[in-house]
């Protein structure tokens, strides 16, 4: 059973990424634990919460949502500013999705929080018979650039749960939340990589 930490913590946290990628797929499986073949494309930016347990401390991450469509793009400052972390996604069969990640990864590099917690997911890796970019390109370039790096999928949930998981660990000392978290997970009940675990309270 999930417990709730007694350090309640909140999180701005953003996700970037083409058009396309999967971005609000990967939200909507963490935070309801759902996928939809056909996800409609978002409008500006959508916003979403949902709370996760490291150790002692409940983080409430407040998740942007944004548009990777590019009528969007002089939007994403106002979602990213301010962020605690921001999640690129890219789509592993999509080669110009992963072109357009890098160009996220420079853009929050030069405007974004210095102690941005920057985490890169190739998405989309129950496609591996399409696959374009490989991990090991995109491990390299992660590294180089301070990220960490996962593939996940939306589809099958394989490191959905363990992406957030990574960064609430990598999160520095947060503001206190201004409310108590209403769903969470603790560290013990991490769910293993091809699962999603998502349980309310
Ligand atoms: N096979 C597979 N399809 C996925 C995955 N994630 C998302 N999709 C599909 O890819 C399409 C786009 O997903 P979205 O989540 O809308 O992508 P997005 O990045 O939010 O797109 P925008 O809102 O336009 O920026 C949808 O048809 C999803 O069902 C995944 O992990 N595997």
């Not at 417990?3 to 797929?25: E, Y």
Request: aromatic share 10%; charged share 20%.
């Amino acid at each position: 059973m999930a417990t709730a930490g007694t350090n309640q913590r909140q999180a701005k946290l953003v996700l970037l990424g083409d058009m396309g990628a999967g971005k609000s797929s990967l939200v909507l499986r963490f935070t309801k634990g759902q996928f939809f073949d056909y996800q409609e494309s978002t409008i500006g930016a959508a916003f979403l919460t949902q709370t996760l347990s490291v150790n002692d401390t409940t983080i409430k991450f407040e998740i942007w949502d944004t548009a990777g469509q590019e009528r969007y793009h002089s939007l994403a400052p106002m979602y990213y500013r301010g962020a605690a972390a921001a999640i690129i996604v890219y789509d592993i069969t999509n080669p110009d999705s992963f072109t357009r990640a890098k160009k996220w990864v420079q853009e929050l590099q030069s405007q974004g929080s210095s102690s941005l917690v920057m985490a890169l997911a190739g998405n989309k890796a129950d496609l591996e018979a399409k696959r374009s970019t490989k991990p090991e390109e995109a491990q390299a370039y992660a590294e180089e650039n301070g990220l960490f790096f996962m593939e996940t999928s939306a589809k099958t949930s394989q490191n959905v749960m363990e992406l957030f998981y990574e960064i609430a660990k990598r999160l520095p000392k947060l503001q206190p939340a201004a409310q108590p978290a209403g769903i969470s997970f603790s560290e013990r009940s991490a769910p293993p990589a091809s699962k999603s675990s998502m349980c309310c309270v």
